[in-house]
C-alpha cells in the first residue's frame, strides 16, 4: 500500500476548501481503554468500484473474525473522512454496527458528500440512529488526524477560512440531523389527535 507520508495527499484530500475526486479514508481501530490500536490503517477509493468505506469495512470485518474468541473484547474504531459516507455506505456502515455489536463507531467528515440529495440525508440520519457518532471536522480533528495518521513530529498546517468551511458543514449536517426530529414530532402529534378522536 501507498503511504500516507506525502503529506500533500493529506492536504490535498482533507482541504475543506477545495473539492476533489477522491475519498480519503483513515481508520483505527482499539480496544476500550486502551492506548495501543489493534488495528490501522488509510485507503482510498477504488474508481469505478468500491468506495473507501467498503475497503476498509472490509478489512476491519476480517481482522475482527481473527479475534472472535475474544468475545468480551470491546473496541472503538474511529474513522477520518474527506467526505461524508454517500447513501451506500451509509447503509453499509449501519449494518456493520449491527452485526459488530462490540464495536462503537465514531466517523469525522471533512466535507459533506451531495447533501442536497434526499436520499443522502434520510441516509445520514439512519446511520447516526444506529449508533454512529458523526461530526464534522473542525480545527482539532484536522490536527488530531495529522498527528495520528502523517506526521507525528511536524506541525498542522491550517488553510485559510478551515474555520468557516467547518462552521458551515456542521451547520448543513446539524439541519440534516433535525430534520429528523421535525419528522418525528410531526408524527407524535398525528398519534395525539388520533387517540382524541377515539
Ligand atoms: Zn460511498
Given amino acids: 500500500a501507498d503511504s500516507l507520508n506525502s503529506l500533500d ?4 484530500e482533507f482541504n475543506n476548501r ?3 475526486s477522491k475519498t480519503l479514508l483513515c481508520f483505527s481501530l482499539g480496544q476500550t481503554n486502551k492506548v ?3 488495528f490501522w490503517g488509510h485507503t482510498y477509493n477504488n474508481p469505478g468500484c468500491d468506495h473507501a468505506e467498503t475497503v476498509a469495512l472490509r478489512a476491519i470485518k476480517d481482522f475482527l473474525k481473527q479475534c472472535r474468541e475474544e468475545m468480551s473484547r470491546k473496541y472503538e ?3 477520518y473522512l474527506s467526505f461524508s459516507p454517500c447513501a451506500g455506505c451509509c447503509k453499509r456502515l449501519t449494518a456493520f454496527v449491527r452485526s459488530e455489536s462490540a464495536v ?3 466517523i469525522l467528515v471533512s466535507r459533506l458528500y ?3 440529495y434526499r436520499d443522502t440525508r434520510e441516509n445520514l ?3 447516526v440512529h444506529s449508533g454512529i457518532r458523526l461530526e464534522v471536522m473542525g480545527r482539532k480533528d484536522f490536527e488530531k488526524c495529522h498527528h495520528l495518521f502523517v506526521d507525528y513530529c511536524s506541525n498542522f498546517e491550517e488553510w485559510p477560512e478551515l474555520d468557516e468551511e467547518s462552521e458551515n458543514g ?3 449536517l446539524q439541519g440534516i440531523l433535525e430534520q429528523h426530529l421535525a419528522v418525528t414530532d410531526t408524527r407524535r402529534c398525528w398519534n395525539q389527535l388520533d387517540l382524541t378522536r377515539a
Fill in 114 to 116: 451531495f447533501p442536497q
Fill in 36 to 38: 495501543l490500536w489493534d
Fill in 170 to 172: 456542521r451547520a448543513v
Fill in 77 to 79: 474504531l474511529t474513522m
Fill in 18 to 20: 477545495v473539492q476533489s
Fill in 9 to 12: 495527499r493529506f492536504y490535498q
Fill in 125 to 127: 440520519r439512519q446511520l
Fill in 104 to 106: 462503537q463507531v465514531s
